[in-house]
Each structure stands twice: as structure tokens, then as C-alpha cells.
T-cell receptor, first 112, second 110 residues
Framework: DAEITQSPRHKITETGRQVTLACHQT?????MFWYRQDLGHGLRLIHY???????NKGEVSDGYSVSRSNTEDLPLTLESAASSQTSVYFC???????????FGPGTRLTVL | AQRVTQPEKLLSVFKGAPVELKCNYS??????LFWYVQYSRQRLQLLLR??SRESIKGFTADLNKGETSFHLKKPFAQEEDSAMYYC????????????FGTGTRLKVLA
């Protein structure tokens, strides 16, 4: 199965700390995405990548960064965690069907 | 502006009743629209695409360009349909980016 995994699945951290959420895919798809899911806002795009060394800002990129050093991984870093970044984070890759996306299981992040 | 609106946060229906989850969009070009579903404690997954014009798990959705709508329908709801449903619009051609609606939670009551 062409999996996409996220780790950790749950994380509690303190305000001001740097946090990195991992996203790994075994499909080797060029397109990868990070979203946050919040009640009343749905899913909002944070960052995305179309391939190695390519990264782009999404709708809500402030306070987040990504890097793409290989095809399989797109880690999301919160430089200095804030309580407003408490959310569920989903990573996605391009799907097997054109223009679809295949999502990871999500990471629930709590910033205290 | 590109936008997707799902006006209902929560929709409760009884088992066997018809279901319609509303989705309206704003897009200047020719839209590509999708429905994604998230069952409890599971990842988001594709339900259907307008371009395929198929029925998945009894659900259908027709693109109405005049009304700029892509409502999701099912004639007889089942308890296992209870989930969070998101309507998504593919952004500018070639970007592969989605614009999601805020989602509708469907509860099917026994």
C-alpha cells in the first residue's frame, strides 16, 4: 500500500518551543501539502511542494516553515509555537487519480 | 475570489431519510469540484469528483454552473454515513491546490 504517515500522532508542547511534525510518503509523488483543520474553518492550506527543493506558502503560512530535501518527506516546523497553532494537522500527497489528494492520519497538536 | 461555502455546520437526519449536503462555490473559470469525507477517527478520503459523474456509496453530486452549486445527495441515509463532509474546489489550473469549505457534520439518527 502506498502509505502516507505522520508522526507524532499527538503532541503537547509549550508556547515558544520549536516543533516539527513529520510527514512521509512511500508513493514518491511530487506534490505534497500541509493543512490545518479547525472547527468553523475547515481545512486551510499551510504550505505545499511540487518537488524536491520546491516549497510554497499557502493561505495560513505565518509561523510555519517546510523543507523538501527528498521526494518522500515534507516536515512542517513551527518556529515558535503559539496557542493559536493548537490544531489538527494533515499532510497530503497527490492521489493516484488526477487532481485528487491522499491524506495522512493527522497530528493533533496542543500548545499550552 | 475563489471560495467554497458549506452553509450547514451540522445536519441531522433519520435513517432512511434523504440527505442533501449543500456546497456553493465562487470561481471565475471552469470549476473542478470534489467531495471528501472524514469518518470518526479516520483520515480524510475522497468520496467523489464531479468530473467522473459517478455514484459512490449511494451518494451523487451534480455540478450546477448556473447556481454555482455542487450539492451532495443520497436518497436514503444510513447510520454509517455519519461523518464530516468537505466540499473542495480545485484552484487555478495546474496548481493542484484545493480550497475547502468549512465542512458539514452529518448525523444519521436511528
Amino acid at each position: 500500500d502506498a502509505e502516507i504517515t505522520q508522526s507524532p500522532r499527538h503532541k503537547i508542547t509549550e508556547t515558544g518551543r520549536q516543533v516539527t511534525l513529520a510527514c512521509h510518503q512511500t508513493w514518491n509523488h511530487n506534490n505534497m501539502f500541509w493543512y490545518r483543520q479547525d472547527l468553523g474553518h475547515g481545512l486551510r492550506l499551510i504550505h505545499y511542494s511540487y518537488g524536491v527543493q520546491d516549497t510554497n506558502k499557502g493561505e495560513v503560512s505565518d509561523g510555519y516553515s517546510v523543507s523538501r530535501s527528498n521526494t518522500e518527506d515534507l516536515p512542517l516546523t513551527l518556529e515558535s509555537a503559539a496557542s493559536s497553532q493548537t490544531s489538527v494537522y494533515f499532510c497530503a500527497r497527490g492521489g493516484p487519480i488526477r487532481d485528487t489528494q491522499y491524506f495522512g492520519p493527522g497530528t493533533r497538536l496542543t500548545v499550552l | 475570489a475563489q471560495r467554497v461555502t458549506q452553509p450547514e455546520k451540522l445536519l441531522s437526519v433519520f435513517k432512511g431519510a434523504p440527505v442533501e449536503l449543500k456546497c456553493n462555490y465562487s470561481y471565475s473559470g471552469s470549476p473542478e469540484l470534489f467531495w471528501y469525507v472524514q469518518y470518526s477517527r479516520q483520515r480524510l478520503q475522497l468520496l467523489l469528483r464531479h468530473i467522473s459523474r459517478e455514484s459512490i456509496k449511494g451518494f451523487t453530486a451534480d455540478l450546477n454552473k448556473g447556481e454555482t452549486s455542487f450539492h451532495l445527495k443520497k436518497p436514503f441515509a444510513q447510520e454509517e454515513d455519519s461523518a464530516m463532509y468537505y466540499c473542495a474546489l480545485l484552484g487555478d489550473s495546474g496548481t493542484y491546490k484545493y480550497i475547502f469549505g468549512t465542512g458539514t457534520r452529518l448525523k444519521v439518527l436511528a
